[in-house]
């Protein structure tokens, strides 16, 4: 069965980086557009970013633009996201998931598989 696998999370300083991982297996990777969502305590999920699953395109919310990045290795099968000048309130549970092979959505309704979440926490 399809099998999403984040890693990386952790307990950072403001403006400190970190890098997500996320293996999948059980199904063609590289045929499906992948994303990465998170949830503060309290808050509905937010689509972060996504990327197609040619990498040709990648998307982000504007509230990380040009502090994250969304790249993938069809070869290894993962998706990664690195994280730039973390705040405060990038602090969140960060889920791995998998859309489709058209559009990008940015609504977690559009992703049917989704892994058990990595903890991100930055520190003021």
């Known amino acids: 069965q399809v099998q999403l696998v984040e890693s990386g999370g952790g307990l950072v300083q403001a403006g400190d980086s970190l890098r997500l991982s996320c293996a999948a297996s059980g199904h063609t990777f590289s045929s499906y557009n992948m994303a990465w969502f998170r949830q503060a305590p309290g808050k509905e999920r937010e689509f972060v970013a996504a990327?197609?699953?040619?990498?040709?395109?990648?998307y982000y919310a504007s509230s990380v633009k040009g502090r994250f990045t969304i790249s993938r290795d069809n070869a290894k099968n993962t998706v990664s996201l690195q994280m730039n000048s973390l705040q405060p309130e990038d602090t969140a549970v960060y889920y791995c998931?998998?859309?489709?092979?058209?559009?990008?959505?940015?609504?977690?309704?559009?992703?049917?598989?989704w892994g058990q979440g990595t903890q991100v926490t930055v520190s003021s």
């Open positions: 998931a998998r859309g489709g092979v058209g559009n990008i959505y940015y609504t977690s309704q559009r992703y049917d598989y």
């Open positions: 990327i197609t699953w040619r990498m040709a395109n990648t």
